[in-house]
């Protein structure tokens, strides 16, 4: 048993061990803000998904890829929900290689609503040696690869400032206060009024960072929504589900405990007449 209650423990340590060390590592507060997509009935705020692509066009996509996503995503439910018609007139903003056509040859042609969101650069070697030896990464499923998730996007984007006093940083190399390590080789990207948002939304560098981050979890996750309607309905099953069984076990018990009750009576009734014949006195007894 005791051999059994030690190998328990050690189980239950080594779960715990590396979670320990987790948490440890996230020291940092990150910045926070309320995010409308969270919680069990969290949806996507379209007009902030909306201006989110904008800040991704205009400021990331010159160094990121989001190579995952399609220009017809745009227009799909769920999403920044533009019309197909704006979504057809984003994709053709872009060329993209194609062929080979009748002669073999490659050809350069308008992106269109099945195409993927057109890379800044061919490779990862190219984008690496664009960037002074930094890889800019993939956004596809960096809000979801990072710890910290969104908040930690938010954060860096407004985490940039003036190093300590003595604090060496290389050329090209920038202090901010929550990428680990403090030192990043991406220049702050946004600054305040950095965009012009045609739906008239203030552009201050927070609200650019909320937006962004959004249109980023929206890339990484592109059916939450619909992930949340059906956790939802899986929700609603299981309490009706569990108030039939526990229904149905009320009554299939109820017949045990009447019947039981019923044992119990004709038990007492032997009881009685046994205790009301030792009581008399034999003799006497016919
Ligand atoms: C001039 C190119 C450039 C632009 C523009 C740019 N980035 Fe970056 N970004 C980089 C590079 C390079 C890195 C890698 C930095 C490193 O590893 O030190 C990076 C890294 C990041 C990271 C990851 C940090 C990590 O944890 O590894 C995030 C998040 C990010 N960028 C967000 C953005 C967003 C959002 C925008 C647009 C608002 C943007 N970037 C615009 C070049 C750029």
Not at 249 to 267: A, C, D, I, L, R
Request: charge should be negative; hydrophobic fraction near 35%.
């Amino acid at each position: 048993m005791l051999v059994l209650l030690n190998r328990f423990f050690i189980v239950i340590l080594i779960f715990l061990v590396p979670f320990s060390v987790f948490s440890e590592e996230k020291k940092i507060d990150l910045l926070e803000t309320n995010w409308s997509f969270n919680g069990l009935f969290g949806t996507f705020d379209r007009a902030s998904l909306q201006r989110g692509y904008q800040v991704y066009q205009e400021v990331c996509s010159g160094c990121h890829s989001v190579q995952h996503l399609s220009y017809r995503n745009l227009s799909e439910k769920g999403g920044p929900e533009f019309s197909i018609e704006e979504a057809k007139a984003f994709a053709s903003q872009f060329e993209i290689e194609d062929g080979p056509n009748s002669e073999g040859e490659m050809f350069l042609r308008n992106a269109k609503l099945s195409d993927k969101f057109v890379k800044p650069y061919p490779n990862i070697e190219a984008s690496t040696a664009a960037n002074g030896g930094a890889y800019p990464p993939d956004m596809s499923v960096l809000a979801k690869a990072r710890a910290g998730g969104v908040n930690y996007i938010y954060s860096l984007l407004l985490g940039y400032e003036e190093p300590p006093i003595d604090y060496k940083l290389d050329d090209g190399v920038y202090y901010n206060k929550y990428m680990p390590g403090n030192k990043i080789k991406m220049s702050e990207p946004i600054s305040d009024g950095i965009v012009e948002y045609l739906d008239g939304t203030e552009t201050t560098k927070e609200q650019i960072a909320k937006d962004v981050s959004t249109f980023l979890v929206w890339a990484s996750e592109p059916h939450l929504e619909s992930q949340h309607r059906m956790g939802f309905k899986v929700i609603i099953y299981l309490i009706i589900l569990i108030t039939l069984v526990y229904m149905s076990k009320q009554k299939v018990w109820s017949q045990f405990v009447t019947k039981k009750n019923e044992e119990e009576e004709t038990f007492d009734k032997i009881e009685k007449v046994v205790t009301e014949y030792e009581g008399e006195d034999p003799k006497t007894f016919k």
